[in-house]
Nanobody
Framework: QVQLVESGGGLVQAGGSLRLSCAAS????????MGWFRRTPGKERAFVAG????????NYADSVKGRFTISRDNAKSTVDLQMNSLKPEDTAVYYC??????????????WGQGTQVTVSS
């Protein structure tokens, strides 16, 4: 079992930045591919970014490319999402996700509780 705890959400004005962090526990972190999803009211959860076990491969949704950066620290068992140039449409609950994989998978087995990000116009 893997436990994921997100932090760093909040309210920010459009054009601003936020950094989300996720702490993982329960299994060797280096065995996990990590990622972030988000959900807005009335919509399905959508992939935002993913990173493989070593940090050498990343993947992003087209809507966040060039603005968001995912990174991981295997020594600290954490994964971060740096979000720059935020837009009102980035407003969502952001979920940290994990899966035992050496690649960046399309689906994930473990989910955090989520953290709210609100971008005001």
């Amino acid at each position: 079992q893997v436990q994921l705890v997100e932090s760093g959400g909040g309210l920010v004005q459009a054009g601003g930045s936020l950094r989300l962090s996720c702490a993982a526990s329960g299994r060797p972190f280096s065995m996990l591919a990590m990622g972030w999803f988000r959900r807005t009211p009335g919509k399905e959860r959508a992939f935002v970014a993913g990173i493989n076990w070593s940090g050498g491969t990343t993947n992003y949704a087209d809507s966040v490319k060039g603005r968001f950066t995912i990174s991981r620290d295997n020594a600290k068992s954490t994964v971060d999402l740096q979000m720059n140039s935020l837009k009102p449409e980035d407003t969502a609950v952001y979920y940290c996700v994990a899966k035992f994989s050496r690649l960046v998978p399309a689906t994930y087995d473990y989910w955090g509780q989520g953290t709210q990000v609100t971008v005001s116009s």
